[in-house]
C-alpha cells in the first residue's frame, strides 16, 4: 500500500487547510485511513480516522473543528480543519491500517501563525 499525502501549509489563526491521502488500492482492502500528528517536542498524536464502516475517531483537542471524510471512487480520505489554532502546528502523518499493518504517507507540514 502507498500512500500520497497533499495538503498542508501556512495558514493564520482561524483559518482552514484540508489535508487529502490517496491510497494506491480500494477503500475494501483498508481497514481504517487517518491522521496522525507530532509537534516539536510533543508526542505524535492520532488526530483522526475514519473505517471501511465508515466510522469515525477524533481526538478531543479536534473535535468540532476537523472531519475526515473519504471518496470511495479515488480512494483518498481527508481531513478538513477549520478553526485552526497555533496548537495545531504539527507535521501531519496519513496512515492505512490493512488488518495488522501500517502504512505510512509522508508527512506534511501544517503552520498556524499570524
Known amino acids: 500500500v502507498q500512500l500520497q499525502a497533499s495538503g498542508g501549509g501556512l495558514v493564520q489563526p482561524g483559518g482552514s487547510l484540508r489535508l487529502s491521502c490517496a491510497a494506491s488500492?480500494?477503500?475494501?482492502?483498508?481497514?481504517?485511513m487517518g491522521w496522525y500528528r507530532q509537534a516539536p517536542g510533543k508526542q505524535r498524536e492520532l488526530v483522526a480516522f475514519s473505517t471501511s464502516r465508515a466510522t469515525t475517531y477524533y481526538a478531543d483537542s479536534v473535535k468540532g473543528r476537523f472531519t475526515v471524510s473519504r471518496d470511495s471512487a479515488k480512494s483518498t480520505v481527508y481531513l478538513q480543519m477549520n478553526s485552526l489554532t497555533p496548537d495545531d502546528t504539527a507535521v501531519y502523518s496519513c496512515?492505512?491500517?490493512?488488518?495488522?499493518?501500517?502504512?505510512w504517507g509522508q508527512g506534511t507540514q501544517v503552520t498556524v501563525s499570524s
Open positions: 496512515y492505512a491500517q490493512q488488518t495488522n499493518k501500517f502504512y
Open positions: 488500492v480500494t477503500f475494501s482492502s483498508i481497514n481504517a
